[in-house]
Every structure is written in C-alpha cells, then in structure tokens.
C-alpha cells in the first residue's frame, strides 16, 4: 500500500451485528450491562431493543486497522462513539492516509477511521497511528 496521503485503505464490512457478538464482547470486556442483552430492560427507557457496546465497535475498527498495520505496530487510537449500534446493523469500516512523519526515532502513519451503518449514519469515528517501515 502507498503510504501517501489522501490515500484510502479498502473498505471492510462487519455484521450483521448479532447477539452472540454482544455478548461474547460483554464477556471478554467484563461490561455486563444488562443494556446490551436485555430488549425489555432497553425498551423501559425509551430504546427499541438491546444495543451494542461502543466498545464492540471500536475494536472492529482497530482490527481493520490492524490487518494492514499489524498490532505490534500500534502508536495511538482514539476513537468517539455517534451512534447507537442494534443487532442487524451492517458496518462498514474506512480509513485514510492523513500523514507520514517522524516520531521518536520512527516512521509513522496517522489514519482517519470511520465506521458506518451500511445505510450511511456514522457510528464510530477517529484517529490512530502505526509505526511503519520504509
């Protein structure tokens, strides 16, 4: 991949979101808000059904992230949460090339992340910066 920028790394999909990935992230996270696993808890405030943790979100973020950079390559990742993520949501995870510089004795590229419903909401948005070779 050419680290220049404005370039765009390939898109990835996740999902459809379903339970089993909520919960298998509540358990490896420890968050067990019943939020997230409990239609009739999230209905008595106002949502339509369980939700997803944000957190799910981000870590698909990272992980598309990490297929092209590596995950001993990880410098910095922030990420703000949009959206409220329901089982059945398709997701669609972007990022861009915003820079190359030097840092610390080190190449490094910083990226523009996003992650979206298939239908278009942003869900998850942020930054984040790899060391690279070159």
Not at 25 to 46: F, K, T, W
Not at 48 to 57: C, E, N, Q, T
Not at 85 to 114: C, K, M, N, P, W
Request: charged share 25%; proline share 4%; hydrophobic share 40%.
């Amino acid at each position: 991949m050419d680290l220049i920028p404005g370039t765009r790394l390939p898109e990835r999909t996740f999902g459809p979101v379903t339970m089993t990935d909520i919960v298998r992230y509540q358990g490896a996270s420890g968050d067990m808000n019943p939020m997230h696993h409990d239609d009739e808890l999230a209905r008595s405030v106002g949502y339509p059904a369980a939700f997803s943790a944000g957190m799910l979100g981000a870590g698909w973020l990272a992980a598309y992230c990490t297929e092209y950079f590596g995950e001993d390559a990880v410098r910095r990742f922030r990420t703000r949460f949009t959206k409220v993520v329901y089982r059945g949501d398709r997701l669609v995870a972007s990022g861009e090339i915003v820079r190359l510089f030097g840092h610390d004795d080190e190449t490094r590229v910083e990226l523009s992340i996003q992650l979206r419903k298939s239908d278009g909401p942003l869900v998850v948005h942020g930054s984040a910066e790899f060391a690279v070779d070159r």
